[in-house]
């Protein structure tokens, strides 16, 4: 086993730390093992005007991470579960799967903003799938004010930027992504709806039954090259459960050929040897939601019924 790995990764504070945080578990199971991150900048992060459905959709934060894999000039990649392609690069995979973090989305304001004031609200959000179910919610958080949702591209500190200059009334972000920068501390217990200030911010998690998020929210993919040794190492950090739970919304994923061009949400939790899958999706004009539990043997056929219902 190589005493030196090379871990690829965005820029993004945000990239930087999940990225620290493999490398980190990395280290614990191979002592004396040596890290070094290679940096890179993909096409998503250089186009930042335009809505991803624009210009290619998920495969923008992952095409240069998967050709610097295959020319051997890194060992592993660090993605988001949620920015992953259905279909990876030939002999590339998602070789190890960490624990997963808080899945929930949150809508964050300028501390004290009371929006039921406001005769239209106006949301940052890119993701379609967020847009479709807070123009939903909002008719009950928000009634006798109108929702409307605004395009916003960026990282976090871009994002909650742009609602202070008073683009947006609010922004909605993922907990994982706050919790890992250490802007948050949320009660780790139970995945709830649940308020939080901090003084100059609100947060407003919203529970993944109402609110469900995508398809490998709060999860990390460790991508590499399957047939290579070093993925040895990566196995030793993975946790089953985030793996079968991610395994499953991907195969959900797949099955509606899914991309960023609908509104589709899915999450699953394992509970008493159960999994639990949640869905939602809008086609045709109409919203459908599923909800089904099964054995944790039965990915397959999850997959098969989650789809059929929210096709």
Not at 159 to 178: S, T
Not at 211 to 229: N, Y
Not at 263 to 273: A, F, H, K, L, T
């Amino acid at each position: 086993m190589n005493k030196m790995i090379r871990i690829g990764t965005r820029k993004s504070a945000l990239a930087m730390v999940q990225t620290e945080l493999v490398a980190e578990a990395l280290k614990g199971v191979q002592p004396g093992l040596l890290v070094e991150t290679v940096t890179k900048v993909t096409e998503g992060d250089r186009i930042l005007n335009k809505p991803l459905l624009e210009f290619g959709g998920k495969g923008v934060f992952v095409t240069e991470f998967e050709q610097a894999l295959l020319k051997g000039e890194i060992d592993f990649a660090v993605h988001s579960a949620k920015d992953l392609p259905m279909d990876l690069e030939d002999g590339l995979g998602i070789v190890a799967v960490p624990p997963r973090e808080d899945p929930r989305d949150v809508l964050m304001t300028p501390a004290g903003t009371d929006l039921s004031a406001k005769k239209v609200i106006v949301i940052g959000t890119s993701s379609l799938r967020r847009r479709l179910q807070i123009e939903a919610l909002g008719k009950k958080l928000w009634p006798g004010s109108a929702v409307r949702c605004e395009d916003i591209r960026g990282n976090i500190q871009t994002r909650i930027r742009k609602m202070d200059e008073g683009l947006y009334d609010a922004i909605i972000l993922a907990a994982a992504g706050l919790k890992r920068m250490k802007m948050v501390n949320p009660p780790a217990d139970g995945l709830e709806e649940y308020f939080e200030t901090n003084g100059t911010y609100d947060f407003h998690y919203f529970d993944c039954e109402t609110f469900i998020p995508a398809g490998g929210q709060g999860i990390l993919a460790v991508e590499g090259r399957i047939e290579d040794r070093t993925c040895e190492l990566a196995v030793r950090i993975q946790d089953e459960e985030a793996k079968t739970c991610l395994i499953l919304e991907r195969k959900i994923l797949k099955l509606l050929e899914a991309g960023c061009h609908e509104p589709i949400g899915v999450y699953s939790r394992i509970r008493d040897e159960q999994i639990e899958v949640f869905g939602i999706n809008r086609r045709d004009g109409e919203t459908k939601r599923v909800y089904l539990t099964g054995g944790t043997g039965e990915l397959d056929l999850l997959a098969e019924r989650a789809a059929k219902g929210l096709r």
